[in-house]
Structure formats: structure tokens, C-alpha cells
């Protein structure tokens, strides 16, 4: 609990951070328009987006919009319950489109929850196990050719593999499309088939990169374990070494890696931002790269702003699992 | 007490380790045997290969490095050597219970001490859950632990190092082993609770009647326990011999010095310990001579040419050396 409200202080500082570092940074939101709109309008629209307002009455409104008119909207939108007029309350609004930030992260989310989303499910789902192999049967064949696959998978950057897959799978054997189609809605069975096939490529090299990082934490963290006392204990007991590697040094092994996991969640939301861009994935990361292009400052603000409660939460949620895991650490 | 059936019988074991730098010939063709109740102290100092060759028994070293070259032990009309895994499994914590050194780490962090007392019994004797959680209260009982019932799902860190190595001796014990292998089960522990662990074992063994394999460098508990002791020195066991013959007649030059280091309770008080000089062995070599050689006062000719073999002499006394006072 006292780490709960310790969270809410380290939120406003980051929230200011951002604010600040995004203030300070030479950008314009009117720097896109073509060259022959005077100055004096592209003053005016400084003007109406509240820019000739000092830093921090800006900071404030913001964190008024934020903390109190977006999350009332959304309680109005999905309970129906109104605290106040809804109608009167200014929300945050993206320089760019002119709508509701809220509203564009909402459209947006589904798609990086899919793609990203099972990427690293399926990247936790391969690197558990090819990580107990390859610790159990260290510098065995399987043991090898793992640590060769992770050692590709983890140094050469997605946007490659990426890009390689698409130039077999969809250029040359064209078994892919090329361009994540969003508008896509899952009603048939053909349809369903679609959606698998273009899922298949950005999943795929996505949870190739995660499950290689992952299946080399999980080997070194039962190899570190395989060694110790009570592993001895457990085979001078008699127990077969199914039981012993997977109750009694899985157990172990585990408390580091589901930490990290916990910890990694975030960066779903983060989403993998390259990715999505090759593949045409109009996920979340798209729409921060999106908006970091046209200096749409609210938009990039909350978008940040969003991840980083994810990553304090997700620590606060990393301890928690520790604790439970490890009889050995109680928070009080 | 004693009877003369032997319950284990040990052949010319050899293991080696295999590394980088070469191989080490840690235990180097030991022979024993072990009576029906009997508690067999096997001295040494660190290196000597004690707790090699009794994991060499039960597979309990990690193989690779370890490689068990030859040798026999027949245990229960079978050679334990040439099982494999799963006969290998029936014995482990069925028949044989070990005790290792260190209680800290022997008990899984994770595991309730309840999972940990209950695995033996589920994996031998076929116990259902609640039977063996009550057999494993009685055993914490046994081994001295104070309110078992509330205890016994706790986590080894709530308990002390002598009182995991309480909980350590109770899975040992939890199948009524017919051996125990108790390797160096004090040396981790402070002197009191030293005290207090080998009471609780004299006190079992007399109400169950297993043999006991006792593995130690001091000399002090094994006179206090033992029935009979073998001293190793470089991976051979150099001297053997009842527990009061060993002591009052030592015929091995390392068991005399070993015996001049301790301190003499009667008497003027001696200015400083005796000590042997010299180093231990190094194990890289092929046992081919006598590996206390290079320290022994009484080395001759022979000794830097041939590994004397462990041979009877009177009064049940095996002694390996060359030299031979009578």
C-alpha cells in the first residue's frame, strides 16, 4: 500500500519530465503548413491551441484533463454513470486530427494487443521450454543450435527479420499479405483465415526476438540453479529428474524470469513500435511515431505519459509476483 | 550389539573428475564394508576424497565431470554401480538416507518444509498426502523440532541451521533407511548445536538400528560415536581399525601425526600443536606411490615406488603402509 501511494508521486514528477523535455524541444505545430500561410496565422493557431499560455498553466490544464476529465468521460462512456456535464468539460485534444486523444488510443489498442500482445505470449510459450532443454542438456546438440537461433534472433534487429520475411513470404512466395489490413472484420470463416495469415508474419518475428532474450535468461537461470545443494538433496530423496527439474529447480528458476516478464509487459503497449511500422500494424507505436512526425505534443505527451504508468504499475505488479514466488520476501 | 552380516560392501572404487587441467584421481580404489548396525567413521581432511566415494555410491555426483572408473558395491544382494537410474532412485532415501554438509542450502528455499518431508515418503512408500504429513510431524518429533504440528508449514528460512539439519536428518530417516550416510552433518554447525545433533543421532540409532556411514575430520566426534574408523588420505583409505584399537594403537605414520594434533587434556599443556608438515596431495597425478610419502618421517625407497595396498594386520587392523614397526 505505502508503495501503491509511493507510485502516485513518481508519476506527476514523470509526467512532468515529459512535459518539460517535450516544451523544451524546438518543434511547431504549425511547421507542417504550407510556406505561404503568413505568420500572423500561424500565430493565431498558436493562439487557439492555448500555446501563448506560459509552460505551467499549460502543465496544470493538462493534468486536469488528464487525471479528472478523461478518466470522468470514460466512466460516462462505458458505465453511463455522469458525474457532471460532460458536454462542458474540455478534453485532451490532438493538434493534429483534432480529436480526443483518449478516443484515438482507444481505436488503436486492440491492434497492438493482438499482434504485439501474442507475439509475446508466444515468445514466453517457446523460450520456457527450449530454456530448460538447453540448461538440462547443456552443450548438448539442441543446446548449441538454441544458443545459435537466440544469438541471430536477439542481435539482428526486427526491422530485418521484418523485412526479410516479407520479401520471401509475401514477394516471393506471396503466402502473406504485405500490409496489415485493420478494417478487416472477422465474420466468416475466410475472413478469420485473413486475419491468421497476416497476423502470422509480425507475430512471428516479434516472438522470435522475445522468445530468444527470454529462452537465454531461462537457461541461465536454471544453470544457476542445476549446481546448488538442494538439487542433491532432491535426487538423494530418490526423485525422478522430471520432478526434480520441474518442481524443484523450475520453481526457482522461475522467480527471476516471471519478473522480467511482468517487467517486459509494458513494452507491449510501447508496442514494439518498429514492427508495426513495417508491417503496416496501425497499432499504438504507429501512432506515436505518427504523432512525434507532425509535433502533435498532446498526443505524444499522453502516449508517453500512458507508458509510463504501465511500467510503474507493472514493477509494482513484478514485486508482488516476486513475493508470492519467493516465500522468502513478504512486503508489509 | 554387533552383528557380523555385512549390509554394504564396497570394492575397489575409483572415480575421477575430469577438467580442464586434467584429470583428478579423487578416490583411488577403496575398499570397505559396513556391518549391520554398525556406525563407520571415515576421517580425512578436506580433498581426501570422503564424500566422493560415498556419492560415487549413490550417483550423487554430477557426471559429467565425474566418472565413476571402476569398482563394487554390493548393497542388498545388488551392485549398486550397475543399476541404472530408476533402481538407483528405490534406493535413494528408500534404503540409503544422506545428510549432506551444509544444512543453509540443502533445503529448497521455495518448498515447505512439509513438501520436502513427504517427498521420500510418497515416492517409496506409496503414502497418501495426510498419512505422510502425519508420519512427517512424528518425524519432526523425533528429531527434536519443537511444535512440528504448526511448524511443519513453515519455510526452511524460518528455521536456524541446526534446526534444518534437524529437518534434513527426519528425510533422511523418513523410509526407515538401513543406511545412513551423514556427510560431515556438523561442520556447518556451531559447537553447541554440533552437540546437541549428535545426541539426537546416537539417540536414533539406538531406536532404529540402522548402519551409519559417519563422515568427518574430527577426529573428537568420531572417537565419542564410532565403532570402527578409516582414515583416507589422497582418495585411499590408509588405516582401518576398531574405533579404541585405532586410537590407542595407531600403526599408519598419518592416523600417529593426525593423533599428535590434538590437544592432550592431561598433562602440562603442550607449547604449540603438533602439526604435519607439508601439503596435501596433489590429485592431478596417477596414484602410482604412496601419496603421504612427501610428508611422512618415516619414508623409505619403497614407498615413492609402489602405492601400498590396505592390508590386515592384528586385532582387525588394515593399515596401508610399507613401513611396519613390528
Known amino acids: 500500500m505505502r508503495r501503491l501511494l509511493l507510485a502516485i508521486p513518481t508519476l506527476l514528477v514523470i509526467s512532468f519530465i515529459i512535459f518539460a523535455i517535450l516544451d523544451l524541444a524546438p518543434n511547431d505545430p504549425t511547421g507542417n503548413l504550407p510556406m505561404t500561410v503568413p505568420p500572423e496565422v500561424r500565430e493565431k493557431i498558436r493562439v487557439s491551441l492555448g500555446l501563448d499560455q506560459p509552460m505551467h498553466v499549460r502543465f496544470g490544464m493538462w493534468l486536469i484533463q488528464f487525471f479528472v476529465n478523461e478518466p470522468l468521460n470514460i466512466l460516462h462512456e462505458a458505465f453511463g454513470i455522469s458525474i457532471g456535464d460532460a458536454t462542458e468539460r474540455t478534453r485532451i485534444l490532438s493538434w493534429a486530427t483534432r480529436s480526443p486523444v483518449i478516443d484515438l488510443i482507444i481505436q488503436r489498442t486492440p491492434q497492438t494487443l493482438w499482434v504485439v500482445g501474442l507475439s509475446y505470449l508466444f515468445g514466453i510459450l517457446i523460450a520456457i521450454p527450449i530454456g530448460i532443454v538447453s540448461a538440462y542438456k547443456q552443450y548438448s546438440w539442441f543446446d548449441q543450435v538454441g544458443t545459435f537461433i537466440s544469438m541471430v534472433g536477439f542481435s539482428v534487429p526486427t526491422f530485418f527479420t521484418g523485412m526479410v520475411a516479407i520479401i520471401i513470404f509475401s514477394v516471393q512466395l506471396k503466402w502473406f499479405p504485405m500490409i496489415y489490413d485493420t478494417t478487416l472484420s472477422v465474420d466468416s470463416w475466410q475472413n478469420f483465415v485473413t486475419q491468421v495469415k497476416q497476423m502470422i508474419m509480425p507475430v512471428s518475428v516479434l516472438a522470435l526476438y522475445n522468445a530468444s532474450q527470454l529462452s537465454r535468461f531461462m537457461r541461465a537461470s536454471i544453470l544457476d540453479n542445476l549446481n546448488l545443494d538442494y538439487v542433491r538433496t532432491a535426487r538423494a530423496k530418490g526423485r525422478s529428474e522430471r520432478v526434480v527439474l520441474l518442481i524443484h529447480v523450475l520453481r526457482?528458476?522461475?522467480?527471476?524470469?516471471?519478473?522480467?516478464?511482468?517487467?517486459?509487459?509494458?513494452?507491449?503497449?510501447?508496442?514494439?513500435?518498429?514492427?508495426?511500422?513495417?508491417?503496416r500494424v496501425n497499432g499504438l507505436g504507429q501512432l506515436l511515431i505518427i504523432a512525434i512526425e507532425g509535433a502533435d505534443i498532446p498526443l505524444v505527451q499522453t502516449l508517453t505519459f500512458l507508458f509510463a504508468i504501465l511500467i510503474v504499475l507493472f514493477n509494482l505488479i513484478a514485486d508482488v509476483v516476486y513475493g508470492i514466488l519467493d516465500p522468502r520476501i513478504r512486503y508489509d | 550389539?554387533?552383528?557380523?552380516?555385512?549390509?554394504?560392501?564396497?570394492?575397489?572404487?575409483?572415480?575421477?573428475?575430469?577438467?580442464?587441467?586434467?584429470?583428478?584421481?579423487?578416490?583411488?580404489?577403496?575398499?570397505?564394508?559396513?556391518?549391520?548396525?554398525?556406525?563407520?567413521?571415515?576421517?580425512?581432511?578436506?580433498?581426501?576424497?570422503?564424500?566422493?566415494?560415498?556419492?560415487?555410491?549413490?550417483?550423487?555426483?554430477?557426471?559429467?565431470?565425474?566418472?565413476?572408473?571402476?569398482?563394487?558395491?554390493?548393497?542388498?544382494?545388488?551392485?549398486?554401480?550397475?543399476?541404472?537410474?530408476?533402481?538407483?532412485?528405490?534406493?535413494?532415501?528408500?534404503?540409503?538416507?544422506?545428510?549432506?554438509?551444509d544444512p543453509m542450502t540443502s533445503l529448497n528455499p521455495v518448498l515447505t518444509i512439509e513438501y520436502q518431508l513427504i517427498e521420500p515418503m510418497r515416492e517409496h512408500l506409496g503414502m497418501n498426502r495426510s498419512d505422510a504429513r502425519r508420519r512427517a510431524i512424528e518425524l519432526l518429533e523425533m528429531v527434536g523440532i519443537p511444535e512440528a504440528k504448526n511448524r511443519i508449514n513453515d519455510f526452511p528460512h524460518h528455521f536456524s541451521g541446526g534446526m534444518r539439519q534437524r529437518v534434513m536428518i527426519a528425510i533422511a530417516l523418513a523410509c526407515n533407511p538401513q543406511i545412513l550416510i551423514a556427510d560431515e552433518p556438523t561442520t556447518a554447525l556451531d559447537v553447541t548445536i554440533q552437540a546437541q545433533?549428535?545426541?539426537?543421532?546416537?539417540?536414533?540409532?539406538?531406536?532404529?538400528?540402522?548402519?551409519?556411514?559417519?563422515?568427518?575430520?574430527?577426529?573428537?566426534?568420531v572417537a565419542g560415536m564410532a565403532d570402527r574408523v578409516a582414515v583416507m588420505y589422497g582418495g585411499n583409505i590408509v588405516e582401518e581399525a576398531p574405533v579404541f584399537e585405532l586410537y590407542s594403537n595407531p600403526k599408519h605414520p598419518y592416523t600417529q601425526g593426525l593423533l599428535k594434533t590434538l590437544p592432550n587434556m592431561k598433562g602440562k599443556r603442550a607449547e604449540r600443536l603438533e602439526s604435519i608438515n607439508g601439503q596435501p596431495p596433489s590429485l592431478h597425478q596417477k596414484p602410482v606411490s604412496c601419496s603421504f610419502a612427501p610428508r611422512c618421517s618415516k619414508t623409505m625407497e619403497r614407498c615413492r615406488q609402489e602405492n601400498p595396498a590396505l592390508l590386515s594386520r592384528e586385532n582387525n587392523h588394515k593399515v596401508a603402509c610399507w613401513w611396519n614397526p613390528n
Not at chain 2, 559429467?64 to 571402476?70: C, L, T
Not at chain 2, 539406538?206 to 548402519?211: D, F, P, Q, V, Y
Open chain 1, 252 to 279: 526457482n528458476s522461475l522467480i527471476p524470469v516471471v519478473t522480467l516478464i511482468a517487467l517486459g509487459i509494458p513494452t507491449i503497449f510501447s508496442g514494439a513500435i518498429i514492427t508495426e511500422q513495417i508491417f
Open chain 2, 1 to 101: 550389539m554387533l552383528s557380523q552380516t555385512s549390509i554394504l560392501k564396497v570394492e575397489n572404487i575409483v572415480t575421477r573428475f575430469r577438467t580442464q587441467e586434467g584429470q583428478v584421481h579423487a578416490v583411488n580404489g577403496i575398499s570397505f564394508d559396513l556391518k549391520k548396525g554398525e556406525l563407520l567413521g571415515v576421517v580425512g581432511e578436506s580433498g581426501s576424497g570422503k564424500s566422493v566415494t560415498m556419492m560415487s555410491l549413490l550417483k550423487l555426483l554430477p557426471m559429467p565431470p565425474a566418472e565413476i572408473v571402476s569398482g563394487e558395491a554390493n548393497f542388498d544382494g545388488h551392485d549398486l554401480l550397475k543399476m541404472d537410474l530408476e533402481e538407483l532412485r528405490k534406493i535413494r532415501g528408500g534404503k540409503i538416507g544422506f545428510i549432506f554438509q
Open chain 2, 197 to 221: 545433533i549428535l545426541e539426537i543421532i546416537k539417540r536414533l540409532r539406538k531406536e532404529l538400528g540402522m548402519a551409519i556411514i559417519w563422515i568427518t575430520h574430527d577426529l573428537g566426534v
